[in-house]
């Protein structure tokens, strides 16, 4: 069990009752009332408090019950203890359409220029701080995920403006006609293009959100690029109007190691990361629906194989659609699907390897794995 701020009235009501604390999480609580005490006098084994702030005859008490106290940490632009994903509104907060080099006032942009000054690897105290921010936004997302949701992979350079990026969109329409809860990598490019179409719901509504986006069609990619080139790409996004349903079908998992690309302001959610590498390898796992891969550079490639080696083995479960949407260039400018069917040959993962160049086929292929909800 989890408590916190928003359960604390609760918790302080049923004390009484023999509240059982034994292997409660405790977030974010400030336990200094005097009649907190009371609250804590029941059995404390296993029970984490983190960032909770106690008095400290209640922290010699809790210590004594058999708990552990993880203190906050100061001096940081973002929650340790987090335990809800990321919105857009929140990570681009203060940030004026009006202004494009307001954007480095943002949480998002903050927080990545603390990653830049901390350095690579950090200092063992912010190591440890953003491993625990971490495995809270994989234990959100976990909770915000139902059915078998898909993944799309794909570069982060298409252009707005491009044919490439009309196809991802038209791509996310079908997802999102098809009731598929659709993941990306949450950046710029297909990664955007894709949750556009999802929310889009259907194409009569592709021209007009492309003529929002022609204001700045390009995003200037590049470790050192100008806030106010983020921001402008940034005010483009945030101007198209965009239908939000009862649950996210839209779903960012980003990287703060790449903060240099910001998440798109399409994805209804944002899973946001400070390690790449479990960031890449959870996006994988959590497709269960399957993956379509469109086209990419090395990144994408890395995650073509990555996924294979969870199907070959299984270590994650069944083996789970790879859709490769570009046969040509998948089989010959960077010929990733025949490698992958030579290894998956006389396997489970062969027969959920599919090839084409019909976004149709490919949303009818992924639905033909399971069901969808």
């Known amino acids: 069990m989890r408590i916190e701020i ?21 977030v ?14 029941t059995s404390l084994d296993g029970a984490l408090f983190l960032g909770c702030t106690l008095r400290p005859e209640t922290q010699r008490r809790a210590h ?19 335990s809800r994903l990321y919105t857009p509104d929140e990570l681009f907060e203060g940030f004026d359409a009006t202004r494009p080099e307001s954007y480095a006032i943002t949480p998002d942009a903050r927080i990545y220029q603390h990653t830049q000054e901390q350095g690579h690897p950090p ?29 799309v992979m794909g570069g ?44 889009l719901a259907d194409k009569s509504g592709v021209d007009e959100a492309l003529a929002v986006l022609a204001s700045a069609p390009r995003f200037a990619s590049g470790r050192s690029v100008d806030p106010a080139e983020i921001g402008r790409w940034l005010a483009a996004g945030l101007a198209v109007d965009l239908p939000t349903g009862d649950r996210p079908r839209t779903i960012g998992i980003p990287t703060w190691f790449y903060g240099h690309e910001p998440p798109n302001p399409f994805c209804e959610l944002h899973a946001k990361y400070f390690e790449n590498s479990v960031r890449e390898e959870g996006l994988l796992t959590v497709a269960t ?42 089989t010959e400018e960077v010929p990733a699907a025949p490698l992958v069917r030579k290894l998956a040959k006389g ?25 969808v909800e």
């Open 64 to 82: 004594a019950a058999g708990a552990l106290l993880f203190p906050a940490v100061p001096g940081l632009p973002y929650e340790v203890y987090r």
């Open 123 to 151: 200092d063992p105290l912010h190591a440890l701080a953003e491993r625990l921010h971490d495995h809270g936004i994989s234990e959100a997302l976990d909770e915000v995920l139902t059915g078998m949701p898909v993944a």
């Open 347 to 371: 396997r489970p993962a062969e027969q959920w390897i599919l090839v084409t160049d019909d976004a149709a086929e490919a949303v009818a292929f992924l639905g033909s794995y399971g069901s």
């Open 156 to 199: 982060h350079a298409l252009t707005r403006d491009s044919e490439g990026y009309r196809g991802a969109v038209e791509l996310g329409v079908q997802l999102g006609q098809a009731g598929f809860t659709v993941l990306t990598g949450g950046g710029p490019g297909a990664m955007e293009a894709v949750p556009l179409g999802v929310r």
């Open 289 to 330: 629906g399957g993956i379509i891969y469109t086209p990419g550079s090395a990144g994408t490639v890395q995650e073509v194989f990555q996924d294979y080696t969870q199907n070959h083995y299984g270590s994650v479960g069944p083996a789970a659609p790879m859709v490769f949407l570009g046969e040509r260039f998948w």
């Open 28 to 41: 974010g609580l400030d336990l200094t009332e005097p009649d907190d005490d009371s609250l804590l006098r």
């Open 6 to 26: 928003a359960e604390l009235p609760s918790l302080r009501k049923h004390r009484e009752n023999g509240l059982d604390l034994r292997r409660t999480v405790l």
